[in-house]
C-alpha cells in the first residue's frame, strides 16, 4: 500500500472565550478537571485555550500523556514552563534552574540519597513522630486524656501537614533541620510556601508583597541550609543516613563537586517538592478511610495479622512490610488515581510540533500542528477517571487493584519500566510509564524521584494512623483547585476514636 503523508497542517480546535486576554481562566481556574473534561467532550482530546494571554494546547487520555510526557526536552520544555515559579523558591543552580541535561544529574544524585538502606532506617523514625504528634498535639485531646469511649475531631490537612514536614525533616532532611523544626522554621517555611502559589505561575514579575516575603524567606533558609552543610563538613562526620550526607558526596560528570549552596537549594526543592504532595495525599486517604469504615477495619485487620504478637502488641513495621501489604498498597494506590496531587502539568513548546494522527487529525490528509510558543498541558488526572477505562471512575474502590487481570493492574504494570521498577527517569530513553492512562507521579524524563519515599512515608503515616484510631466522616469533600496541589475543600473535619489505652 502507498503511504500518504498529510498535505496539510491545521490549528487544534479552540476553545471558545469572550474575553480576550482572559480567555478561559475563569472556567479553568475554578475547575480544570470539569473545563478539560467539557472541552474534550466539544473538541476531542486536544484542543487550545488562552490563559491570560498564553496559548495552551491540552492532550487528553493515555495516548495525550505519552505525546507530551514522552516528548523531547527540546521541543516540551519543563524548564521553561516552571522556572519563573520554582527559580525564587528553590534558589538558583537547581532543578529548572539549570539546563535539562544538570537535572538529570541531579536527580541521579537525589536518588543516591534515597537508597534502599536509608529508606529502610526511616520506618522507625516515621512511625515514632505520629505517635508523638497525637500524643502532644492539642487536636488529639483524648490521647493525653487516656480516653477510648469518646469521639474527638481534627482538621484532616493541618493534621497531615504538620505530620508531612515532622516525618520528612526527621528522615530525608536530617536531623538539623527537624530540631528547629520550631517557631522560626515554620514561619520561614509559611513564608516561602505563600510565594510557591498559581498566581506566582501566571504572574511572576508583579510585585506582590507575598513575593517580597518569599525572597527573604528563601534567602534565610538558604544560610540555614549552608550552614548546617558546613557544620557537616567541618565535623568530619558524613554518615548520616539523609540528604544532606549523600549530596555532599556527589560530583557532576566533569568532576566538580556540588557545592553548598546547591545543596541547599536542591534541599529546598525536595521540601517543597513532597511537602504538599505528600500532605494531600494522605489527607485524602483519610478522608475515604473515614468514609469507608469497611475499608479502614480491613487496613487494621492487616495490620493485625501481619504484626500483632503472641504478646497482643503490635510489632512495628519494617520497609520490606510496607512495601508487602495489599490492602495499604492498593488504599494509596486508588487514593493517587482520584486525586493526583497535581493536575496539569506542563511544558513550554520550543519547536514546532505535529501532533501523531493516531491521536488527532482534522482529517485523513492533514495534521495539526501546535506552534512554537504555545505551552503543553497533559493531565493524568482524564485519564485516571475516565469512565471508557474505569468501572465506576468516580467511585474510590480500593479493591480494583487485586485484581490481577483487571483494568487497575494493566495500567499499572504499563506504568513500571522495563525492569519492572517504580521509578523510572529515564536519563534520555522515554519510559514505558507514558503509555499508561495511570500516572500520579507523571512519566518520562521528568517523573517524579520521590515516588518511593513518598509510598514509604504515607504507608507509615497512614498504618500508624489506623493502628491508633478508627475514623468517621459522613461526606468526602470536594477537590479544591484554588492551590497549587488540589486539596480537599473545607470543612474536613474527621472524627476519631481511640483504639486502645497505653
Ligand atoms: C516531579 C508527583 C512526592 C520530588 C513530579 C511530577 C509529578 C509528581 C506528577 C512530574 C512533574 C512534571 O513532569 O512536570 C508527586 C506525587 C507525590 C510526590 C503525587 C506524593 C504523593 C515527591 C517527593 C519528592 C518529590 C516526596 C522528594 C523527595 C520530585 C522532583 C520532581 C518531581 C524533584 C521533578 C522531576 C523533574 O522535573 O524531572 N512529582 N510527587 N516528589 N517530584 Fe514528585
Redesign the pocket.
Known amino acids: 500500500r502507498q503511504l500518504v503523508l498529510p498535505r496539510k497542517f491545521n490549528s487544534p480546535p479552540e476553545v471558545f472565550h469572550w474575553l480576550p486576554f482572559i480567555g478561559s481562566a475563569i472556567a479553568y481556574g475554578d475547575n480544570p478537571l470539569q473545563f478539560y473534561f467539557d472541552c474534550q467532550q466539544k473538541y476531542g482530546d486536544v484542543f487550545t485555550f488562552v490563559l491570560f494571554g498564553r496559548r495552551i494546547t491540552v492532550a487528553l487520555g493515555a495516548q495525550g500523556n505519552n505525546f507530551i510526557?514522552g516528548g523531547k526536552s527540546t521541543v516540551f520544555n519543563?524548564e521553561d514552563?516552571?522556572r519563573h515559579l520554582t527559580t525564587p523558591v528553590f534558589g538558583r543552580d537547581v532543578?529548572?534552574d539549570v539546563p535539562?541535561e544538570v537535572?538529570?544529574e541531579?536527580?541521579k544524585f537525589?536518588k543516591v540519597g534515597?537508597s534502599a538502606d536509608n529508606l529502610r532506617s526511616y520506618v522507625g523514625m516515621i512511625e515514632e513522630e505520629v505517635n508523638e504528634f497525637i500524643k502532644r498535639d492539642p487536636n488529639f485531646s483524648l490521647y493525653q486524656e487516656n480516653d477510648n469511649k469518646k469521639w474527638g475531631s481534627f482538621d484532616v490537612v493541618t493534621a497531615l501537614s504538620e505530620i508531612t514536614i515532622l516525618t520528612?525533616s526527621r528522615t530525608?532532611q536530617g536531623k538539623e533541620v527537624r530540631d528547629h523544626l520550631d517557631k522560626s522554621f515554620a514561619d520561614l517555611y509559611a513564608d516561602l510556601d505563600g510565594g510557591f502559589t498559581p498566581i506566582n505561575l501566571m504572574f511572576p514579575n508583579l510585585p506582590f508583597e507575598s513575593s517580597r516575603r518569599r525572597d527573604l524567606a528563601q534567602n534565610t533558609m538558604s544560610n540555614f541550609y549552608v550552614d548546617i552543610i558546613k557544620k557537616r563538613r567541618a565535623s568530619g562526620n558524613n554518615r548520616e543516613p539523609d540528604?544532606i550526607a549523600a549530596l555532599i558526596e556527589q560530583q557532576y560528570r566533569n568532576g566538580r563537586a556540588l557545592s553548598d549552596r546547591e545543596i541547599a537549594h536542591l534541599m529546598i526543592?525536595?521540601?517543597m517538592?513532597?511537602?504538599h504532595?505528600?500532605t494531600?495525599?494522605?489527607s485524602w486517604t483519610i478522608l475515604h478511610l473515614a468514609a469507608n469504615p469497611d475499608v479502614a477495619e480491613a487496613l487494621y485487620k492487616e495490620q493485625v495479622e501481619r504484626f500483632m504478637g503472641p504478646d497482643g502488641k503490635m510489632r512495628s513495621p519494617t520497609y520490606e512490610d510496607i512495601r508487602s501489604l495489599p490492602v495499604l498498597d492498593s488504599v494509596?494506590r486508588e487514593t493517587?488515581r482520584m486525586h493526583?496531587?497535581?493536575h496539569s502539568?506542563?511544558?513550554y513548546v520550543r519547536e514546532d510540533v505535529a501532533i501523531p494522527a493516531t491521536l488527532s487529525a482534522p482529517s485523513e490528509d492533514s495534521v495539526y500542528v501546535i506552534p512554537k510558543g504555545n505551552y503543553v498541558f497533559?493531565c493524568?488526572a482524564v485519564s485516571q477517571t475516565d469512565p471508557k477505562i474505569w468501572k465506576n471512575s468516580d467511585k474510590w474502590e480500593p479493591y480494583r487493584w487485586s485484581d490481577q487481570e483487571g483494568v487497575a493492574a494493566q495500567a499499572y504494570k504499563a506504568y513500571l519500566n522495563e525492569n519492572g521498577e517504580k521509578i523510572d527517569?529515564g536519563f534520555g530513553a522515554v519510559s514505558k510509564g507514558t503509555e499508561s492512562p495511570y500516572?500520579?507521579?507523571?512519566?518520562?524524563?521528568?517523573?517524579?524521584?520521590?515516588?518511593q519515599?513518598?509510598?514509604l512515608?504515607?504507608g507509615t503515616i497512614i498504618s500508624t494512623l489506623v493502628r491508633a484510631m478508627e475514623l468517621k466522616i459522613a461526606k468526602v469533600p470536594d477537590h479544591n483547585y484554588h492551590t497549587l496541589i488540589v486539596m480537599p475543600k473545607e470543612p474536613r473535619i474527621i472524627h476519631y476514636r481511640r483504639r486502645r489505652l497505653d
Open positions: 510526557l519543563a514552563a516552571y532543578i529548572y535539562n537535572l538529570m541531579q536527580k537525589i534515597l520528612a530525608l540528604m526543592a525536595l521540601l517538592a513532597g511537602q504532595t505528600s494531600a495525599t494522605g494509596i493517587l493526583p496531587p497535581i502539568i506542563m511544558r497533559a493524568p527517569y500516572q500520579p507521579f507523571g512519566a518520562g524524563k521528568h517523573r517524579c524521584i520521590g515516588e519515599f513518598a509510598y512515608q504515607l
